[in-house]
């Protein structure tokens, strides 16, 4: 399964997220479908500028310490 929003359903988090990480989710999905064919690198490519891929980046990395945290629990 490759869709991040049903993998969050799935993993008991979604309701939990927030409108920001659903935002994120919705940014991330289709880049996470997309790549795993090459016949859409090109697209991908030139849709992810440096300073869009690293504002993904970053909200990526916060949302990875806020998924640890709740597995902490």
Do not use: V
Request: net charge negative.
């Amino acid at each position: 399964m490759h869709d991040l929003s049903r993998l969050a359903k799935r993993g008991g988090i979604f309701d939990d997220l927030s409108e920001h990480q659903l935002e994120l989710l919705e940014t991330l999905n289709p880049l996470n479908i997309e790549a795993r064919y090459p016949e859409y690198k090109d697209k991908i490519t030139n849709m992810l500028t440096p300073q869009k891929t690293t504002g993904i980046l970053i909200k990526t990395e916060e949302f990875l310490c806020w998924i640890k945290q709740r597995l902490e629990r």
